[in-house]
Nanobody, 125 residues
Framework: QVQLQESGPGLVKPSQTLSLTCTVS??????????WSWIRQPPGKGMEWMGAITYSGSAYYNPSLKSRTSISRDTSKNQFTLQLSSVTPEDTAVYYC?????????????????WGQGTQVTVSS
């Protein structure tokens, strides 16, 4: 059984960089041919796919967030990390990490088969 767990600060100040880590257990992030994504849901809004890193280390990003987003991984720890720069209060959301058997988009986030429980991040001074 694959399990994902998000971790990171719950409060970030405007203009700073948000950094979250997803720790995966029960499966390797290098296993063919899975994609490991970050997804967020702002209060009162739908889910938004932010980007993903593949089993081979390639990264894909939502074009609307690409300029501020970086996803990397540490295979020795079986973790992948999200960094979102220049945050504003509009980046306040519950952030999820998830696994999918193919590349997903905002429209197809429900195709992810394993999800973390989500972590609340608030951007406020």
């Amino acid at each position: 059984q694959v399990q994902l767990q998000e971790s990171g600060p719950g409060l970030v100040k405007p203009s700073q960089t948000l950094s979250l880590t997803c720790t995966v257990s029960g499966g390797s992030i290098t296993t063919n041919y899975y994609y490991w994504s970050w997804i967020r849901q702002p209060p009162g809004k739908g889910m938004e796919w932010m980007g993903a890193i593949t089993y081979s280390g390639s990264a894909y990003y939502n074009p609307s967030l690409k300029s501020r987003t970086s996803i990397s991984r540490d295979t020795s720890k079986n973790q992948f990390t999200l960094q979102l720069s220049s945050v504003t209060p509009e980046d306040t959301a519950v952030y999820y990490c998830a696994r999918s058997p193919r590349l997903i988009t905002t429209a197809t986030v429900r195709d992810a088969d394993y999800w973390g429980q989500g972590t609340q991040v608030t951007v406020s001074s």
